[in-house]
Every structure is written in C-alpha cells, then in structure tokens.
C-alpha cells in the first residue's frame, strides 16, 4: 500500500532530497513551502502523515502542528527540528506532533520514524473482530472516539489530542481499574528514545484537557512506584 505524505519545508534542495529519498521506498511525497500552501495541498489531497520543518517563512512549525491537531487530529504528524535544540523538541511533542526527528537526519532513519508512527497510528484503530474493543467509550461523562481521536467533554466541547495523547488514553481505558507502569506506557504509547519522564509530561497534558487537578487527581491516579491507574468505569457507546 503507498504511502502519502506531505513534506513542509522551504528548503528546496533538501525537500527535493526527501521526495526523491522517499520515492525510492514507495513513498509518495508532495512538498511545499509555508503554512498557506500546506493547507491548500491538505484540501486538494488526502495524505498518511506531515512532515513538518520547524522554521518556517510566516506561521512557524509549531503554530501549524496547533491548527494541525485542532482540525485534523488523526492525521499523524512528524516534527523535523534543528539538531542540538531540545526545547524546540519538548515544544513540538506538546503542540502535539507524534515524533521528531533532529536536522540533519539519516534518510534511511526518516522512513524508519515514518513507518513506526504510521504502525502506531493504525494499531490504535481497533480491528472490527468479536471481542475486540468498542470504537467510541464513555467514562466520567466523557466521550472518546478511539479512531478519530477525539476526546468530547461532557458539555459536548470537542478537545483535540496528539497522536501520544490518544495513544495514552487507549491505553488508559483498556487497562482501567489496573496500575499500569511507566515502563508498560512508554512501550506502549511513546516515540522512540522517549523516557518515562516524556509518559509523565504526556500524563500531565492529558490531566489538564481531562480537567483533572494535578495536586489531587480523580480520573488519572499517580500510584507511588508504580506508575498510573485510570479510575473511571469505562463503558462502550
């Protein structure tokens, strides 16, 4: 199956670099420039997965991962940031890109990172099999569609999630009621070379969209030692 991507990058010469590189696996990649031309190749075409620069001429690539995760927040998202610069990483992460990749990067490691995040995305989508779990949950009032990525809060407000964000709250609700560990989260939910400090920042931004109060929360307990356990009866829509 090909694989769609769209490359944002105003680098030229390194942008026809990543298009040839990733023909030669398959990979179809349109480039582009700037933030107006992304959203006008996105109404055009459908694609797997954005490759987006941080430095950009107009809105910045931080600016467009927000708008990004606000209107299509299924649609997977990696960050390329300039090497030696991991405020720029954590910044990326938060604004809800589902990896990053440090300039200048390995071709050969941008499709590895573009195959594992197109892995994680499909597996969160849960085969329509007998015993295989609901596509849409509810707990505590909260609705979450597990395929689209969506989190509705119970006034009916749409909160957009990151890739690691949905990934985290599947795992969440899957395993309600048990402790999961840090160690279980990161291999579950996290990019590659994540820690178990990157689950608990995760932790912390899911907390504030879930409106949990960090100091005492309801829904995501911390457990001493152990890791998280989610505290919320989970229910098939």
């Not at 985290?168 to 590659?192: H, I, K, M, N, Y």
């Amino acid at each position: 199956m090909s694989i769609d991507c769209l490359l944002v990058d105003d680098d030229a010469e390194i942008a026809q670099l990543v298009v040839d590189y990733l023909a030669r696996f398959g990979m179809q990649c349109v480039a582009v420039r700037d933030g107006p031309a992304m959203r006008n190749a996105l109404l055009r075409e459908q694609f797997d997965l954005v490759l987006l620069d941080l430095m950009l001429p107009g809105e910045d690539g931080l600016a467009l991962c927000r708008a990004l995760r606000r209107d299509q927040p299924a649609l997977p998202v990696i960050m390329l940031t300039a090497q030696g610069d991991p405020l720029s990483r954590v910044l990326g992460l938060e604004m809800g890109a589902d990896d990053y990749l440090a300039k200048p990067f390995e071709p050969r490691e941008l499709v590895a990172r573009i195959n594992a995040v197109l892995r994680r995305a499909r597996s969160a989508v849960p085969a329509a099999a007998p015993g295989a779990p609901p596509t849409l949950l509810r707990f505590d009032g909260w609705q979450f569609d597990r395929v689209q990525r969506e989190l509705t809060s119970p006034d009916g407000v749409l909160v957009a999630l990151s890739g690691v964000e949905a990934r985290l709250l599947a795992a969440f609700t899957d395993g309600a009621g048990r402790v999961l560990s840090r160690a279980l989260l990161v291999e579950r939910v996290a990019s590659p070379g994540a820690t178990e400090r990157s689950i608990d920042l995760a932790v912390s931004r899911l907390r504030a969209k879930l409106g949990d109060d960090p100091r005492m929360p309801r829904l995501i307990r911390t457990q001493r030692g152990e890791g998280y356990l989610f505290n919320a009866k989970v229910s098939g829509a």
